[in-house]
């Protein structure tokens, strides 16, 4: 192995010559040392002769036995990975596994980057700080200052800081490709006549300059944090010592007392419970979104914030040999794998194998990402209503396993306080809130948690599903549709061919990276954010007051109206069985009974209360008691009437003869058979409504969206159609025991309903009478069901009060808003004075230049803002007027333009990347490692709603339409 050297003269000369030089670079083989040969190698065996028996270098070391020698310390901690890196298990403590060690190649790269991270990166934070402040962030020319004989380092190859600085920056934009860019630096240098000889001279060099580039940039960021969050420590500890008893107050009155003598299930032990509970967001949360977390207070009668959860298998990793160094991004997203790893474990099996045929991401008939060729097959990430990440986890399984869910849902309520409520957005969260409530998950914080769907997946739930868990119908989740995690899927997919070949830890670094630089583009773009949903939330009220005014009644009665339709539809409907007529003979006898027994005691009792005579003592019990059995028994007499409604058998003392009647059996099977179908049909009339309101609106990027809510609906014709025949069925047979006297007396059967026209469901139609199968004939359809001014009232009361939310939601976040900024804005203020008279002129610069873009952040917000209309009771945004004026008109207007984007909007030419699909088998995937790019299949860019998203545009400017599918 050899290793190119530059000669020492030949470093010095090129010191102090012309740039034109390099090409006369010329390299010295140098040899390796030497290998250690089979004598060299020590014995691994002693047998009991004295013999000792070696073997090859590279071949696992055979130990935990007796006779075979410990593995030396040294190598057996370079040689050891964890079970989260080779994905094996380690065992038992006293048992070592069988391992092979590190290559020589590997190790090298291993030492490398502990020498980065550990010594070089960390003596180059303030150099690096310095160099910025002289030359004013690289604006000026400005000659190395920098003694490099002070680190004892040979360098082959010198990038200019510049250039480094600006490919970083591009690749945030586009997808990385290093080959790409060092092979475009030697044609343009060739072209200049700069000659560097050598295979490939630039590309691994230059790779290696920009990723510790990248290295020094997040360290200083983080250094700088640090220097930060010392002042806001200093800044917070005194009023988080006064707020400690409030909280406990305010956690009493938010959450329920705990029966410490009932075991609960399956509840994991929180590591952070000795600490005191927090007053507010973490800092973490804090800096991920200003406007959910970033108040000193929160939202008394809502809920305290609004999340969604969503997996993105798009986002893949071949499987690969090795995994490459550890390297952590210092402000990473990810949960560890430690954390998942016990989720997994902690979810049952019988959990996982639901979990493969409920989940409709993790359909067992296709497989998404077969863990045959990925070792991550998946992302999955928990966002906030404002689409900014909170937490991502790497999937490595092949569906969509609860235990990711659950996971990033218990490290969000380790970040908020007690007090705090969530509501989660999630494509199947009605999966996700039966398994809680079943086997025990989350339960520490599941009194506090809210489940709905996500908007654009409603369509494939049914309609009872959706009356309950559709956010549109859910109290306190305003105007959110859940979809922010789609939106920061198309925003990474760029990365997507990149991210399947590189390394495991670079793939989670350029995620990280890509995280930070979306959160900094989408804070300027905060306020223009709230600006848009004020004004789409006053044209949605002004529509759903309008349809309240058509209905003609009262928004207390539409309300009652809504509580009665979702309390009939959610009700379990009655089922067919073949002893239907004798158990429902039993059950009204058995109430018959019941009702002489009560009427039996309720006269023992008014005698006593009648009797003068009688005990005080019995007096009392027997008024105490009165009222009870009297409530008692009218609840039970309505129930016998209906009871025999449904037989037919009204005004009869005896009908237990009726147990075996072939004609009640049949009676009540249709009569089953037709509420059933009665509520499918009124769900379908539901569903159908808002495919036929979104008609008359429709547009170019709905139509898409619109079918495959069509094809959802029409899936379940054949399933009423095929209730309708076996309705009709036991009619013809009802009717034929008629004809043969083998029916009761004055016996009527119902009318048969034609399949032609079943689905118009008019107000006239036979699906509504219940003629021979109910006797009480003057019941009609309450209004929600047959009324259509109700309808529609219901439709907008509903819409009104969700708008009535976002208000209060949105004049919270600008609460949240300025108290941030204010805070912000303080402690950096003082951290600067605190430093004036510190000999740090670099650090005082990164200060100065947080300063300043606090200052363009808070003159874009106010600019954004200034629309709404304000109720006096804000705080102040932290700098002083004659600050924002100076600020703003240094600036100027072109720059106050940077905040009207939003990094949400996605036009729908942006979204065509979806529409060209293929349909390969991931078999065929054979990608080299050493490749920084391939051709994917895009029929993997995403399953389910994404294929979707390719014919609309998700952008909250067309709030209006979306709401037609709702």
């Known amino acids: 192995m050899f290793r190119p050297r530059i000669r020492k003269e030949k470093r010095q000369r090129l010191s102090s010559s012309p740039a034109k030089e390099v090409s006369d670079y010329t390299f010295i083989p140098v040899s390796s040392p030497k290998r250690p040969s089979a004598r060299d190698a020590q014995p691994i065996i002693f047998a009991a002769d004295g013999q000792k028996f070696t073997q090859h270098s590279r071949l696992p070391l055979p130990v935990g036995q007796i006779g075979l020698r410990d593995r030396p310390k040294g190598e057996l901690e370079n040689s050891r990975m964890s079970k989260s890196e080779t994905g094996q298990d380690n065992g038992s403590p006293s048992i070592l596994p069988l391992e092979s060690a590190p290559s020589r190649h590997q190790q090298k790269k291993l030492n490398q980057v502990n020498t980065w991270m550990t010594s070089v990166i960390p003596r180059l934070i303030k150099p690096y700080m310095r160099l910025l402040q002289e030359t004013q962030n690289l604006r000026l020319e400005s000659f190395a200052f920098i003694s490099w004989s002070e680190y004892a380092l040979i360098f082959a190859l010198a990038v200019d800081i510049r250039l480094l600085n600006f490919v970083s920056r591009l690749f945030l934009k586009i997808s990385p490709n290093n080959t790409?860019?060092?092979?475009?630096?030697?044609?343009?240098?060739?072209?200049q006549g700069y000659q560097m000889k050598g295979e490939d001279p630039l590309r691994r060099r230059f790779g290696s300059a920009l990723q510790w580039f990248n290295s020094l940039l997040h360290a200083t960021t983080q250094f700088v944090d640090s220097i930060v969050a010392v002042t806001r420590d200093s800044l917070n500890v005194s009023d988080d010592t006064l707020d400690v008893q409030s909280n406990e107050s305010a956690s009493e009155s938010h959450?329920?007392?705990?029966d410490e003598s009932e075991p609960r299930k399956r509840t994991r032990p929180d590591p952070d419970s000795a600490s005191l509970p927090l007053t507010r967001p973490s800092e973490y949360l804090r800096a991920r979104c200003p406007l959910c977390f970033g108040g000193s207070s929160t939202m008394s009668k809502e809920l305290s914030t609004i999340v969604c959860l969503d997996a993105c298998f798009t986002q893949k990793h071949n499987k690969q040999k090795y995994r490459d160094p550890p390297r952590e991004h210092p402000k990473t997203v990810f949960i560890p794998?430690?954390?998942?790893?016990i989720w997994e474990a902690f979810v049952p099996n019988a959990i996982l194998d639901e979990c493969e045929r409920s989940f409709t991401a993790a359909d067992g008939s296709r497989e998404?990402?077969?863990?045959?060729?990925?070792?991550?097959?998946?992302?999955m990430g928990l966002l906030c209503c404002h689409d900014r990440v909170l937490w991502l986890v790497n999937m490595t399984t092949p569906g969509e396993r609860q235990h990711y869910a659950l996971a990033l849902l218990d490290m969000l309520f380790k970040h908020i306080p007690l007090f705090w409520t969530v509501g989660v957005l999630y494509d199947v969260a009605c999966t996700l809130d039966r398994s809680c409530v079943k086997w025990g998950f989350l339960a520490d914080y599941l009194d506090r948690i809210s489940f709905a769907i996500s908007v654009f997946h409603a369509y494939g739930h049914g309609w009872v599903c959706q009356c309950v868990y559709h956010p549109r119908k859910c109290k306190g989740f305003g105007l959110s549709d859940g979809e922010g995690?789609?939106?920061?899927?198309?925003?990474?997919?760029?990365?997507?061919?990149?991210?399947?070949?590189?390394?495991?830890?670079?793939?989670?670094?350029?995620?990280?990276?890509?995280?930070?630089?979306?959160?900094?583009?989408?804070?300027?773009?905060?306020?223009?954010?709230?600006?848009?949903?004020?004004?789409?939330?006053?044209?949605k009220r002004a529509e759903g007051d309008k349809d309240v005014k058509e209905s003609e009644e009262s928004p207390d009665f539409l309300r009652q109206q809504w509580a009665a339709q979702v309390a009939a539809q959610t009700k379990p409907p009655p089922r067919q069985s073949k002893n239907a007529g004798k158990k429902a003979v039993e059950e009204a006898v058995r109430l018959q009974k019941v009702r002489d027994s009560l009427t039996e005691r309720i006269a023992k009792l008014e005698d006593v209360i009648c009797d003068v005579d009688a005990d005080p003592v019995d007096y009392a019990g027997a008024e105490d008691r009165l009222p009870g059995l009297k409530q008692q028994l009218d609840s039970c007499k309505s129930k016998l009437s209906r009871a025999e409604r449904a037989l037919g058998v009204q005004n009869q003392l005896h009908y237990r003869h009726f147990a075996n009647s072939a004609y009640i059996n049949h009676r009540i099977n249709a009569r089953a058979l037709k509420i059933r179908l009665r509520e499918r049909l009124c769900a379908r009339k539901f569903e159908r409504t808002r495919i036929e309101r979104a008609a008359r609106r429709q547009q170019y990027n709905e139509r898409k969206i619109q079918g495959q809510t069509e094809d959802s609906v029409k899936r379940r014709d054949s399933g009423i159609q095929k209730l309708a025949r076996s309705y009709n069925k036991h009619v013809s047979d009802m009717r034929e025991l008629i004809r043969l006297h083998r029916a009761p007396r004055h016996a009527v059967a119902p009318q048969p309903i034609p399949t032609k026209g079943l689905f118009n469901l008019d107000i006239d139609d036979v699906i509504w009478e219940d003629v021979g199968l109910d006797e009480d004939d003057e019941e009609v359809p309450p209004p929600w069901m047959c009324?259509?001014?109700?309808?529609?009232?219901?439709?907008?009361?509903?819409?009104?009060?969700r708008c009535d939310e976002d208000f209060r939601r949105l004049r919270h976040e600008l609460r949240s808003m300025r108290e941030w900024m204010a805070e912000e804005w303080k402690v950096v203020t003082e951290t600067i004075e605190l430093l004036e008279e510190n000999d740090d002129p670099g650090l005082l610069h990164q200060l100065h230049e947080r300063r300043e873009h606090l200052l363009r952040l808070c003159v874009i917000w106010s600019h954004a803002l200034h629309s709404i209309p304000s109720d006096g009771r804000l705080p102040a945004w932290g700098p002083s007027k004659d600050e924002l004026t100076a600020a703003e008109r240094e600036l100027g207007a072109e720059i106050l333009d940077e905040g009207e984007s939003d990094v949400n909007e996605l036009v729908p030419e942006e979204l065509e990347w979806v529409a060209g699909e293929t349909d390969e088998d991931e078999d065929?995937?054979?990608?080299?490692?050493?490749?920084?790019?391939?051709?994917?299949?895009?029929?993997?860019?995403?399953?389910?709603?994404?294929?979707?998203?390719?014919?609309?545009?998700v952008v909250d400017t067309e709030d209006s339409e979306l709401d037609d599918f709702v």
């Open 485 to 539: 995690c789609e939106r920061f899927w198309h925003s990474i997919s760029k990365l997507i061919a990149y991210l399947r070949v590189c390394g495991h830890h670079t793939r989670l670094y350029t995620l990280d990276s890509q995280v930070q630089h979306l959160d900094n583009e989408g804070l300027m773009g905060l306020g223009k954010w709230i600006a848009r949903k004020w004004h789409s939330a006053e044209v």
């Open 180 to 191: 790409a860019i060092s092979n475009t630096l030697d044609e343009f240098l060739q072209a």
């Open 924 to 953: 065929e995937f054979d990608f080299d490692e050493d490749e920084d790019e391939f051709d994917f299949d895009e029929d993997e860019l995403d399953v389910g709603l994404l294929e979707h998203m390719s014919a609309m545009a």
């Open 337 to 341: 794998e430690d954390d998942v790893v």
């Open 368 to 379: 998404k990402a077969s863990t045959q060729f990925f070792d991550s097959t998946a992302l």
């Open 255 to 258: 959450s329920s007392e705990e």
């Open 787 to 801: 009324d259509d001014k109700v309808k529609k009232g219901i439709r907008g009361i509903l819409i009104r009060d």
